[in-house]
């Protein structure tokens, strides 16, 4: 297993969902059995020191690696992962801010960050939507990041940054050392 979830379906049932170097898989609970659920990309080639990293957005869950296109999930229909549409970077890191999917440590970028257009994870053209990228001139490689209505703290090798949701600035965030 190279990463797990458990998801609260509209329902109220709960879905559990685990990634590993090449699949992704939904616990069938009648039986305790694994249901392959992987996409159309699949096999995934997850790296040897990464693990998937999953994020809840409304009714779809997120999950992606550094080695592969990030992948969508529809929690209340169910069905297979797809690729997430908007051609987003590949990322290690990520979390929701607001209505942002924020994705940090990008491939061969790690000091970067790159958000989605508002209340559209499917946006990342930068100036769409509000959608972004943003390197940070230092502080090292991003290591992740926590993200809540108004903003988000990036944990960095050496630093820490806040950075919070203000249009008003003319820029969709502002960033700064925590």
């Not at 249901?35 to 995934?44: F, K, L, M, R």
């Not at 009714?59 to 990030?70: E, Y």
Request: hydrophobic fraction near 40%.
């Amino acid at each position: 297993c190279k990463g797990a979830i458990s998801v609260r379906k509209p329902d109220g049932a709960y879905t559990l969902i685990a990634g590993t170097e090449t699949g992704l898989f939904r616990l069938e609970t009648s039986d305790y059995s694994w249901v392959d659920i992987s996409g159309p990309s699949a096999p995934y080639a997850v790296p040897l020191n990464d693990k998937w990293t999953f994020q809840v957005y409304g009714t779809r869950l997120v999950a992606h690696t550094m080695g592969d296109d990030a992948q969508v999930y529809d929690i209340e229909a169910g069905g297979d992962f797809a690729d997430l549409a908007g051609s987003p970077p590949r990322a290690k890191y990520s979390m929701i801010v607001g209505e942002f999917l924020v994705l940090m440590h990008l491939e061969n970028e790690p000091d970067t960050l790159q958000w989605s257009g508002l209340g559209d994870i499917e946006e990342w053209v930068p100036g769409e939507k509000g959608a972004d990228k943003q390197q940070l001139p230092s502080g090292g490689d991003i290591m992740g990041g926590i993200g809540d209505e108004r903003g988000g703290i990036i944990i960095q090798r050496s630093a820490m940054r806040y950075m919070q949701f203000a249009p008003a600035s003319g820029y969709t965030f502002t960033i700064a050392i925590a």
